[in-house]
């Protein structure tokens, strides 16, 4: 069985330029998770989609951050402007349910 | 609302030797607890999780122990060896916000040759 695919696996951009992540997730799995992990702590997350749906987008910071996951697979997390405070590892992980999340490899973003 | 703690942040250990890594949790109604191994570079791997109706899960070397009444669970990993090398997060199912996970702060497992 594949796992979750992510691209690019590395981005560096310079403050204010915008970038865009992708993710596919394991198939067959309805949730999709984007998470944001800075070095040395757990993984925060960002944006929960259920199929099509967003289920929870609480901590995602809406003035820059943009996420939609078309047709319930794919689905791409967007950030412009960004800011140096954004230099994190960005990681997608999907689910069949609420048990186990099943993460990609990340995409490690460099703000300067 | 759930909170996890974990400890300790920094465990070093010499190869062949046991691992004990040790997570609280603060809601009684959490029932799904998984850890979740990350090594450099790489996104989190689920290794081992148990449902609160279990009180002790086994796959080979590593073991996940839960104590509801105490509120807590511990990853133990036996014999270990240098891959076992890396960052272990426990989590917890938290049962009033959409079922997300609570994160422990991590602990950085070094084995020793």
């Known amino acids: 069985e594949a796992g979750v695919a992510q691209s690019p696996r590395y981005k560096i951009i310079e403050k204010r330029q915008s970038v865009a992540f992708w993710c596919n997730p394991i198939s067959g799995h309805a949730t999709l998770y984007w998470y944001q992990q800075i070095l040395g702590q757990g993984p925060k997350l960002l944006i929960q989609f259920q199929n099509n749906g967003v289920v929870d987008d609480s901590q995602l910071p809406k003035d820059r951050f943009s996420a939609e996951r078309l047709k319930g697979v794919d689905s791409t997390l967007k950030i412009q402007p960004a800011k140096l405070e954004d230099s994190a590892v960005y990681l997608c992980?999907?689910?069949?349910?609420?048990?186990?999340?099943?993460f990609g490899p990340g995409t490690r973003l460099t703000v300067t | 609302g759930e909170n996890v703690e974990q400890h300790p942040s920094t465990l070093s250990v010499q190869e062949g030797d046991s691992a004990v890594i040790k997570c609280t949790y603060s809601?009684?109604?959490?029932?799904?607890f998984p850890w979740y191994k990350q090594e450099l570079g790489k996104g989190p791997q689920l290794i081992i999780d148990i449902r609160s109706n279990v009180g002790e899960k086994k796959d080979q070397r590593i073991a996940v122990t839960l104590n509801k009444t105490a509120k807590h669970f511990s990853l133990h990993i036996t014999e270990t060896q240098p891959e076992d090398s890396a960052v272990y997060f426990c989590a917890a199912l938290a049962m009033d916000s959409n079922y997300q996970l609570i994160w422990g702060a991590g602990t950085k497992l070094i084995i020793k040759p």
């Open positions: 992980a999907s689910s069949l349910g609420p048990g186990a999340r099943y």
């Open positions: 809601d009684s109604a959490s029932n799904y």
